[in-house]
């Protein structure tokens, strides 16, 4: 079992920055591929970033490429997402994901049904 816990969500302003994190236990997550999904008022969950076992290799949905960036530190059992330049439409609630999977050519790690835990979430909102 691992238990994900999120933390960093919060209230900004267009234009600024947030940085999520997710605290894991139960288990070491270098066995695991990690991902960042969110949750708009009406809307399905959708992908937002993942990354791979090691953390040399990312991926991000393309709404959020070049202001989000994730990152892994294996040692201290923590996923990162740094969020910069942020709009209304990031207004969401940030899940964060762990699946015991390598990443393939079909992009699994967009998929919900691909990881295997869950965090509770950590509200975003963006103002205007």
């Known amino acids: 079992q691992v238990q994900l816990v999120e933390s960093g969500g919060g209230l900004v302003q267009a234009g600024g920055s947030l940085r999520l994190s997710c605290a894991a236990s139960?288990?070491?997550?270098?066995?695991?591929?990690m991902g960042w999904f969110r949750q708009a008022p009406g809307k399905e969950r959708e992908f937002v970033a993942a990354?791979?076992?090691?953390?040399?290799?990312?991926y991000y949905t393309d709404s959020v490429k070049g202001r989000f960036t994730i990152s892994r530190d294996n040692p201290k059992n923590t996923v990162l997402l740094q969020m910069n330049s942020l709009k209304p439409e990031d207004t969401a609630v940030y899940y964060c994901?762990?699946?015991?999977?390598?990443?393939?050519?079909?992009?699994?790690?967009?998929?919900?049904?691909?990881?295997?835990?869950w965090g509770q979430g950590t509200q975003v909102i963006v103002s205007s």
């Open positions: 990354i791979n076992r090691s953390g040399s290799n990312t």
């Open positions: 139960g288990r070491t997550l270098n066995s695991y591929t």
């Open positions: 994901a762990a699946g015991n999977f390598y990443v393939n050519s079909a992009g699994n790690y967009r998929q919900r049904n691909t990881y295997t835990y």
